[in-house]
């Protein structure tokens, strides 16, 4: 095998379900001389739609650019990827995923040197919803990824809340764009008030807003520094805790059965803690962000005020709806 240069190489991540669009923008950014200005360029596509790219409008004819096309899930792999990016010496790799393959495929199969600069979704907004009832999980997948989804052919009757519900109900960072079918472009500047009073020293989380205040939490844990929180969870320990820690958290689905994950928040408290399956507690704490090695890095810290058993929440696994 040949010595394969390990200089980290820019990767743009375009996803999308087929005939979504992806094909058209990603022509039309490769066609911007701001944005094409002469690289060496792997462009990698996973699925083919009816629409074909057209090298003679790129500039330079294309002659920088080399398509690779990977339609079988066996040919993804890092030998092949890394081999593809090597004899095309390229210095940057656009991808077309398939919409109906898993991002974390992509992402386990890619050579370690491949670095991810940014991640967009493309969804049709007249098939969409029914995407969104009929594969929800991935869906989500993609939501959790890109930094912009970008609905087009919208229709004005169209109802931009429930689009936007769906995307805020995975992510609360993602930008996104509405392309109408008249040519106008929107930016969607809904306001997301948090169901929980953000500003109070003692934050109140009800049951039904955990899953909420946990992705808010992990995405922007500094505003919460020095806050007071209460809300109902289960505690869970295992040999490598140090003696004063604990987990405390509960159990998010995101989109389906199988995604249900016990999130949670390192919590530190000097007195025994009754660990068993089941057994509630009610938590009121002092969030301090620190380094924590259960973090591999800084976090919020639940330093424990008090501790007491609580009935179960009537959803025992947190939402997003």
């Known amino acids: 095998m040949p010595n394969f240069n390990q200089e980290p190489v820019p990767v743009f991540l375009f996803l999308g379900f087929l005939e979504a669009g992806k094909t058209k923008f990603i022509q039309e950014t490769l066609e911007d001389r701001r944005f094409n200005s002469g690289e060496k360029t792997l462009l990698l596509v996973f699925e083919e739609g009816v629409e074909e790219f057209d090298f003679s409008r790129f500039p330079y004819k294309g002659k920088n650019i080399a398509m690779r096309v990977i339609e079988d899930k066996e040919e993804m792999n890092v030998p092949n990827l890394a081999r593809m990016a090597y ?3 390229a ?20 050579p ?54 769906i995307v805020r109900g995975v992510s609360r960072r993602t930008e996104i764009c509405y392309e109408y079918t008249d040519g106008q472009v929107a930016y969607d500047d809904i306001e997301d008030p948090l169901p929980f009073d953000i500003e109070s020293d003692h ?7 955990y899953a909420l205040w946990y992705r808010d939490i992990m995405d922007e844990p500094e505003k919460y520094n020095g806050k007071i929180i209460t809300f109902k969870g289960l505690a869970a320990k ?12 509960r159990h998010i689905m995101t989109c389906c059965v199988d995604d249900i ?45 008090s501790l007491e058993k609580t009935e179960a929440p009537k959803n025992e696994v947190a939402t997003f709806y």
Request: aromatic letters at 14%; proline letters at 4%.
């Open 112 to 165: 370690d040197n491949w670095d991810v600069y940014q991640v967009m979704f493309f969804a049709d907004g007249s098939t969409f919803m029914n995407y969104n009832a009929n594969m929800r999980s991935l869906v989500v997948d993609k939501l959790n990824l890109c930094e912009l989804v970008v609905f087009n052919r919208f229709e004005k009757s169209f109802d931009v809340q429930e689009f936007h519900k």
């Open 91 to 110: 210095e940057r790799i656009v991808i077309e995923y398939n919409g109906m393959w898993q991002v974390s495929e992509l992402f386990n199969n890619m």
């Open 203 to 209: 934050i109140i989380i009800e049951d039904e807003d």
């Open 261 to 305: 994950q016990y999130s949670w928040a390192v919590a530190v408290w000097d007195k025994p803690v009754e660990i068993k399956p089941k057994n509630w507690l009610k938590i009121t704490a002092k969030i301090i962000v620190q380094k924590h090695k259960l973090y591999k890095g800084a976090g919020p810290v639940l330093n424990v005020i």
């Open 238 to 249: 295992n040999k490598k805790f140090p003696p004063d820690c604990f987990a405390f958290g």
């Open 87 to 89: 004899e095309t010496r």
